[in-house]
């Protein structure tokens, strides 16, 4: 399922760019996505009308005025789509793909055992049935007979096997562990250096068509957490235990059942796709698919010239303009299932101290710069659920702008202003500074903000811009930042452990911050074991409100997010559950 958030929640991020791509579906994993941040729910304009597809009744559409009025450019490849994105880091792989971009690649290539439809609820994809034992331990999968990877072989409960195994390998450094860390026989497996354990004894393969994993305990989000990752080919990817560097040198050839076949890739420009004629949901209607790398300087022009067919873009009242201006673009938009962030490395003796953490919530402008980007569009983001989520509770510190408490807090901390305005503490100035990425109008609107309401604490912000791509490897990858800011594409369940749990405080896991909380550890266990949803929710509500007092992250912002479809683009179907690459092996391409 998605890849955003935890269990029901597909996490995402949300707010910032003009540009391109993000989404805050989940994609095809089920589990949280960084990304840079989304777009707005557009400016009413002329006024939107409901025309989508979509049964659900939060996607909203501004129909195009002229949609004949489609450029040369786009009449001119009458058999390709063409959509625009981020950058992607290049792990084209579904246990290794670290960001929403990646995650589109790996979607298009692979399928998994499950989807989930538009509300988040799990679906049959290449499982076409599944049963859980009574004590809720056991998932058994029944696959789909006849599915075949591009490379002619036939998908069977060995290579779901095989991919399940390799999230458990002793060396294995993807931010997917969180999915088979729970299965019986893990540890033994993972810790097992010299092979004596040569099998992961929570997976059975029963028979070609037929696995089961079995838990330690009860996991409530494991269906919409852990089975929709794309399935590899055991025979393409097979390594000898310990040696997963085989996966990581076919980063770019990936290969898979899915309803696209990986042609090229040219990094920093664009990813190229032919349709698997032998697709087994029906092969593709578009030929071919480009994912183009655009950004906010560049994406309305792509949009409006025909250089891409589909892209997110901020809903902001002038951009919405220019797009209906062009007369042949529609423009959907739906509450994102994401939010926005800065991430502040704990392991700092400077940001240890929540009570500093705290001061720089109270001593940013949020509000203001919300005003700002945003432009009525946008919400300040208290805690890391989504607005859309069954769990998300209205009822923690709402931060406002303080900038007297935020001093006051940073002097009790023992950060005292020098002479020259500045504080320090044992001799060491308060400086930040602040990875970012380039090509994003959020990040613009944001860096004088924070410049200047933290210089007025007597704070030194530096910000050091550079492609998402290489800020995603510092964070996650490396560990290797003082603050950074993203956001985060949701899962459909609002399981935080994908994210926050103690076992993601590892190079390559998402808990990049290294926040490490007992409490938080605790009812993040008791969510996971607790299956009536009220008292889940009740569970996740006390975390919410934790999260909201220590501050892992300053949280940021809301959004919703916002497309602009060609007119010649016909059945593509998109809301906060479901991205663009999952159905669209259905859509068309039109001469309006």
Same mark, same amino acid.
């Given at each position: 399922?998605?890849?955003?958030?935890?269990?029901?929640?597909?996490?995402?991020?949300?707010?910032?760019?003009?540009?391109?791509?993000?989404?805050?579906?989940?994609?095809?994993?089920?589990?949280?996505?960084?990304?840079?941040?989304?777009?707005?729910?557009?400016?009413?304009?002329?006024?939107?009308?409901?025309?989508?597809?979509?049964?659900?009744?939060?996607?909203?559409?501004?129909?195009?005025?002229?949609?004949?009025?489609?450029?040369?450019?786009?009449?001119?490849?009458?058999?390709?789509?063409?959509?625009?994105?981020?950058?992607?880091?290049?792990k084209?792989?579904?246990?290794?793909?670290?960001?929403?971009y990646?995650?589109?690649?790996?979607?298009?290539?692979?399928?998994?055992?499950?989807?989930?439809?538009?509300?988040?609820?799990?679906?049959?994809n290449?499982?076409?049935?599944w049963?859980?034992?009574?004590?809720?331990?056991?998932?058994?999968?029944?696959?789909?007979?006849?599915?075949?990877?591009?490379?002619?072989q036939?998908?069977?409960?060995k290579?779901?096997?095989?991919?399940?195994?390799?999230?458990?390998?002793?060396?294995?450094?993807?931010?997917r562990?969180?999915s088979?860390?729970?299965?019986?026989?893990?540890?033994?497996?993972?810790?097992?250096?010299?092979?004596?354990?040569?099998?992961?004894?929570?997976?059975?393969?029963?028979?070609?068509?037929?696995?089961?994993f079995?838990?330690?305990?009860?996991?409530?989000?494991?269906?919409?957490?852990?089975?929709?990752?794309?399935?590899?080919?055991?025979?393409?990817?097979?390594?000898?235990?310990?040696?997963?560097?085989?996966?990581?040198?076919?980063?770019?050839?990936?290969?898979?059942?899915?309803?696209?076949?990986?042609?090229?890739?040219k990094?920093?420009?664009?990813?190229?796709?032919?349709?698997?004629?032998?697709?087994?949901k029906?092969?593709?209607?578009?030929?071919n698919?480009?994912?183009?790398?655009?950004?906010?300087?560049?994406?309305?022009?792509?949009?409006?010239?025909?250089?891409?067919?589909?892209?997110?873009v901020?809903?902001?009242?002038?951009?919405?303009k220019?797009?209906?201006?062009a007369?042949?673009?529609?423009?959907?938009?739906?509450?994102?299932?994401?939010?926005?962030?800065?991430?502040?490395?704990?392991?700092?003796?400077?940001?240890?101290?929540?009570?500093?953490?705290?001061a720089?919530?109270?001593?940013?402008?949020?509000?203001?710069?919300i005003?700002a980007?945003?432009?009525?569009?946008?919400?300040?983001?208290?805690?890391?659920?989504?607005?859309?989520?069954?769990?998300?509770?209205?009822?923690?510190?709402?931060?406002?702008?303080?900038?007297?408490?935020?001093?006051?807090?940073?002097?009790?901390?023992?950060?005292v202003?020098?002479?020259?305005?500045?504080?320090?503490?044992?001799g060491?100035?308060?400086?930040?500074?602040?990875?970012?990425?380039?090509?994003?109008?959020?990040?613009?609107?944001?860096?004088?903000?924070?410049?200047d309401?933290w210089?007025?604490?007597?704070?030194?912000v530096?910000?050091?811009?550079?492609?998402?791509?290489?800020?995603?490897?510092?964070v996650?990858?490396?560990?290797?930042?003082e603050?950074?800011?993203?956001?985060?594409?949701?899962s459909?369940?609002?399981?935080?452990?994908?994210?926050?749990? $103690? *076992?993601?405080? +590892? &190079? /390559?896991?998402?808990? @990049?911050?290294?926040?490490?909380?007992?409490?938080?550890?605790?009812?993040? #266990?008791q969510?996971?074991r607790?299956?009536?949803?009220?008292?889940?929710?009740?569970?996740?509500?006390?975390?919410?409100?934790?999260?909201?007092?220590?501050?892992?992250?300053?949280f940021?912002?809301?959004?919703?997010?916002?497309?602009? $479809? *060609?007119?010649? +683009? &016909? /059945?593509?179907?998109? @809301?906060?559950?479901?991205?663009?690459?999952?159905?669209?092996y259905q859509? #068309?391409?039109?001469?309006?």
């Amino acid at each position: 399922m998605k890849k955003k958030a935890p269990a029901f929640l597909v996490l995402l991020m949300v707010v910032v760019l003009i540009l391109t791509s993000c989404s805050s579906s989940t994609s095809g994993t089920g589990q949280n996505q960084p990304q840079q941040q989304a777009q707005q729910p557009p400016a009413q304009g002329s006024g939107p009308v409901d025309v989508s597809k979509s049964e659900s009744s939060v996607v909203k559409v501004i129909e195009a005025s002229n949609p004949a009025n489609i450029p040369a450019a786009a009449k001119n490849r009458p058999d390709t789509l063409i959509v625009g994105t981020t950058a992607p880091s290049g792990k084209f792989n579904p246990i290794y793909a670290d960001s929403v971009y990646d995650s589109y690649v790996t979607e298009l290539v692979f399928d998994g055992l499950l989807m989930n439809d538009e509300k988040g609820n799990p679906i049959p994809n290449v499982a076409e049935s599944w049963d859980i034992s009574e004590d809720g331990k056991t998932y058994t999968f029944h696959l789909k007979k006849g599915i075949k990877f591009t490379n002619g072989q036939e998908l069977t409960a060995k290579d779901v096997e095989f991919t399940y195994t390799a999230i458990a390998d002793p060396n294995y450094d993807g931010p997917r562990m969180d999915s088979v860390m729970d299965l019986v026989g893990y540890d033994e497996y993972h810790n097992d250096k010299e092979g004596k354990v040569p099998k992961l004894e929570g997976i059975k393969v029963i028979d070609d068509y037929t696995i089961s994993f079995t838990l330690k305990d009860v996991k409530a989000s494991a269906l919409t957490s852990d089975f929709g990752y794309g399935i590899m080919c055991k025979d393409y990817y097979n390594f000898e235990k310990g040696n997963i560097q085989k996966l990581k040198d076919l980063f770019l050839k990936p290969m898979g059942s899915g309803a696209y076949v990986f042609k090229d890739y040219k990094a920093g420009q664009e990813i190229d796709f032919e349709a698997n004629p032998n697709y087994w949901k029906g092969a593709p209607k578009i030929k071919n698919l480009i994912m183009k790398v655009t950004n906010a300087d560049t994406v309305i022009q792509e949009l409006t010239t025909g250089g891409v067919d589909v892209d997110i873009v901020a809903a902001r009242p002038e951009n919405i303009k220019m797009l209906q201006d062009a007369g042949f673009i529609n423009i959907i938009y739906y509450p994102s299932n994401s939010y926005g962030y800065i991430g502040w490395n704990l392991r700092l003796d400077k940001f240890k101290d929540k009570r500093v953490r705290q001061a720089l919530m109270y001593g940013l402008n949020r509000q203001g710069f919300i005003d700002a980007y945003y432009k009525g569009y946008g919400q300040v983001c208290n805690a890391p659920v989504s607005l859309v989520s069954w769990a998300y509770t209205d009822d923690i510190n709402k931060y406002p702008y303080d900038p007297d408490k935020a001093n006051q807090l940073l002097d009790e901390a023992g950060w005292v202003k020098g002479s020259d305005g500045f504080r320090y503490k044992d001799g060491e100035k308060f400086v930040i500074h602040w990875m970012t990425y380039t090509g994003s109008k959020y990040v613009d609107t944001l860096i004088p903000i924070v410049k200047d309401n933290w210089g007025k604490l007597g704070i030194e912000v530096v910000p050091e811009l550079m492609e998402f791509s290489t800020l995603s490897t510092k964070v996650y990858d490396e560990q290797n930042f003082e603050m950074y800011n993203m956001a985060w594409s949701l899962s459909i369940d609002p399981d935080p452990s994908g994210i926050f749990s $103690i *076992s993601q405080d +590892v &190079k /390559g896991g998402f808990n @990049s911050v290294g926040w490490r909380n007992d409490e938080s550890e605790k009812l993040i #266990e008791q969510g996971l074991r607790e299956t009536d949803q009220q008292k889940r929710k009740e569970i996740y509500q006390q975390w919410i409100k934790l999260a909201n007092e220590e501050l892992p992250y300053l949280f940021l912002s809301y959004s919703d997010d916002a497309y602009g $479809i *060609s007119s010649r +683009v &016909k /059945g593509l179907k998109i @809301s906060p559950y479901e991205d663009w690459t999952y159905y669209i092996y259905q859509a #068309e391409l039109v001469n309006p």
